[in-house]
């Protein structure tokens, strides 16, 4: 799947989802947080659809988020090794790269992504709110990572868990892009 392409794949599957539950796109944006206009515009395939609202998808629909990105069941239930290389790539997007770590694994609690963040200047980073808990671990470069009122910067080894509805963007530091672990609850 070309990463360009990859909401024009998922956007047919979100709206069968929806389909299948007999729930209407008012119902699906109220239980996602999203307007009913925005969840239609994903369900288009005319925009990227962000990784947060795709997990809220899958809590509310009781489908697995892998489901939803590759079309395709998963079925290890013991365990999921994933290569170095290897993640199911969920988002490409301007802002991040996102590789899915756990996608083959049925009934996961949690979703750990690889994240690479380029650098870019700080009027271009994005404020974004979901709900959950966050844990941030920098694998590569150094992370600036906004969280509300708060600028830090993280170092490869340095981690941080935080509320995932206080405003936060990231960005690479060093004019370099950062890579580190992202395990969404």
Request: hydrophobic content about 40%; some cysteine; overall charge negative.
């Amino acid at each position: 799947m070309h990463m360009e392409q990859a909401h024009k794949d998922i956007a047919p599957r979100l709206r069968g989802l929806r389909d299948a539950l007999d729930m209407s796109v008012e119902d699906l944006a109220a239980k996602t947080g999203v307007t009913p206009e925005q969840a239609a515009l994903y369900e288009a395939g005319e925009t990227e659809i962000p990784v947060g609202f795709l997990m809220k998808v899958a809590q509310a629909c009781h489908v697995d988020l892998t489901v939803l990105i590759s079309g395709v069941e998963p079925h290890l239930k013991g365990y999921s090794l994933v290569r170095h290389g290897e993640g199911l790539s969920v988002e490409r997007r301007k802002d991040y790269d996102y590789k899915s770590l756990a996608y083959r694994f049925s009934g996961r609690k949690m979703e750990p992504f690889l994240i690479t963040v380029p650098p870019k200047k700080p009027e271009d980073m994005n404020l974004v709110v979901h709900s959950g808990q966050e844990f941030i671990h920098v694998l590569e470069g150094r992370l600036e990572l906004r969280l509300g009122e708060d600028v830090l910067a993280l170092d490869p080894g340095d981690s941080l868990y935080f509320d995932s509805q206080t405003p936060h963007a990231l960005r690479g530091l060093d004019d370099k892009q950062a890579v580190f672990l992202d395990v969404i609850l």
